[in-house]
């Protein structure tokens, strides 16, 4: 089964605060929330407890995201330092929480060898990793998978840093799979293909709880523009939950869309409809 939420607090309580939040994610119908912690990590111990009660009291699912500044091979070592000290703050809170994913975006290549810096990120996830084992936390670490051939973070990549660090899994993000691509691969087959590819090299187990993103997208030639709503944007969004259902995918799918819940929803009722009769008849056309 695949749990469809915001990323962050939905915009109708925008201002109200995270336990509010999972309270209008309950009362949408929907089943989880990746808490934002995207210009820094300023929630307390205590709010981070009185959340996890919360979304433990309303049946809402979380997880987090770091701030959208890390870099774990920047030029500046300071930078570097600094981006792992988010993310094990990021990691910290969603512990308190209840969370069990904590995202972030791992590195750019700023000109370096790809290799080079995938082994750079994987020594220093696996210092971090061995932090928070010595801590007792056992939040996992999600690379994303990011938008622009630029930055560190494609769908290979993520696998083979998966399988050099225990307690890391990617965050696939099935809009910048496309955008990073400049719109190629949007389409029933190309999702398919993708999800074979990540079940080959994480696991069959790993595909029942995989954390996802999603929205709608703009892209160029050099990857990722801007995001959009769904229904705005020309990604095939239909045909990859199609895949996703003939995939017996299960876990976790954000909606990172400006109209975040509503295309949330939007998501949920598609995969509950289309889900029950493919379930009933077999796949059939992927467009349906």
Same mark, same amino acid.
């Given at each position: ?10 915009? !109708? ?14 009362? @949408? ?15 307390? $111990?205590?709010?981070?407890?009185? @959340? ?22 920047? &030029? ?8 792992? #000290? ?9 512990? @308190?929480?209840?969370?069990? %994913? ?23 996830? /696996? ?7 010595? #801590? ?6 999600? *690379?994303?998978?990011?938008?622009? *051939?630029?930055? =560190?973070? !494609? ?6 840093? !998966?399988? +050099? ?7 696939? $993000? =099935? ?20 999800? %074979?590819? /990540? ?18 997208? #703009?892209?160029?030639?050099?990857? #990722?523009?801007?995001?959009? %709503?769904?229904?705005? !944007? ?9 895949? &996703? ?19 949330? @929803?939007?998501?949920?009722? =598609? ?7 493919? +379930?009933?008849?077999?796949?059939? $056309?992927?467009?349906?």
């Amino acid at each position: 089964m695949i749990l469809f939420g915001p990323a962050g607090i939905p915009n !109708s309580v925008k201002g109200k605060g995270s336990e509010a939040g999972v309270a209008e994610i309950s009362r @949408l119908g929907l089943d989880c929330m990746e808490v934002e912690f995207v210009r820094g990590v300023k929630m307390s $111990d205590e709010a981070a407890s009185r @959340l996890g009660e919360a979304a433990k009291k309303a049946g809402v699912v979380l997880s987090a995201h770091a701030p959208y500044y890390v870099n774990l091979c920047s &030029l500046e070592p300071e930078k570097t330092r600094a981006g792992l #000290e988010r993310i094990y703050q990021t990691a910290r809170k969603c512990r @308190l929480f209840g969370g069990k %994913k904590a995202v972030f975006h791992a590195a750019f290549y700023q000109g370096r060898d790809e290799k080079l810096i995938l082994d750079e990120v994987a020594a220093r996830l /696996l210092d971090l990793r061995k932090k928070l084992d010595r #801590e007792g936390n056992e939040v996992v670490l999600a *690379p994303e998978l990011t938008g622009k *051939p630029s930055q =560190f973070g !494609s769908l290979r990549e993520l696998i083979r840093l !998966s399988g +050099k660090v225990p307690g890391v899994a990617p965050c696939v $993000d =099935f809009a910048h799979l496309v955008a990073r691509a400049s719109g190629e691969g949007n389409d029933y087959e190309s999702f398919a293909a993708a999800i %074979k590819t /990540l079940k080959k090299g994480l696991g069959a187990g790993a595909m029942k709880d995989l954390h996802m993103h999603v929205s709608g997208i #703009e892209w160029t030639g050099k990857g #990722e523009l801007r995001h959009l %709503k769904l229904e705005e !944007s020309k990604l095939d969004w239909r045909s990859l939950v199609l895949a &996703l259902i003939d995939a017996k995918v299960g876990g976790i799918m954000i909606c990172e869309s400006p109209a975040m819940e509503e295309d949330a @929803l939007l998501l949920k009722n =598609f995969y509950s409809t289309v889900g029950r009769s493919r +379930k009933a008849n077999g796949p059939g $056309d992927a467009k349906a």
